[in-house]
């Protein structure tokens, strides 16, 4: 059964050509085009060269945006002692120990980001059913296992993103709102992209980077210019 497009959709869809766009001219574009009843995030959507069901294949780490999300990021830190007293004086929505464990099994899921100490993980470890669907699982490769608390609170407050490619190799990521200007996107786009250059898997063979569509929440795909976005230079995105 082939979805219905909206008479919105199809109007913006009209507005982008079958063509790789420079990336300003992109995120230019993806302003216009985010004329949902909402603020629209910006997204990223990647095609990748690598087969993420081999474990040398796989992407997952952490991207700091230089412009921020655009969101207010709700913390929550799982930890004990002194470091309960210290997430709560970094700026953490939500501290405690094994009483916010009960909470979280109970249905509490008041946050976006889960921090935890190394020491609480074997305790923090039987909510995985609930926590690893919704992607707020501690590891230690997405910087949310640590002793650094206040750290890792700033961090991510700032603007630092978890993601991981999925089955088929695809990174899906939002970096930014879209009413930031074309510039703020174009830098937090571009600390993705060299996030991700550096985090190339080591049994990625052949081309590396297939496809690169940005668009808003309820935009049409535009096409992203792989190498002009790569040989940019971070100065010139600035």
Known sequence: MTKKVSRRLQALQEKVEDRDYQPLDALALLKET??????????AHIRLGIDP??????LRTTVALPKGTGQIVRVAVIARGEKVTEATNAGADLAGSEELIDEIQKGMMDFDKLIATPDVMPQVAKLGKLLGPRGLMPSPKGG?????????????????LEFRADRTGIVHVMFGKASFSPEDLLVNLKALQETIDRNRPSGAKGRYWRTFYVSATMGPAIKVDISALRDLKLS???
């Open 144 to 160: 949310t296992v640590t002793f650094d608390i206040a750290s890792a609170i700033a961090e991510f407050k700032a603007g630092k």
């Open 34 to 43: 985010a004329t949902a009843k909402f603020p629209e995030a910006a997204e």
């Open 53 to 58: 069901k081999y474990t040398d294949q796989q």
């Open 236 to 238: 010139e995105a600035a």
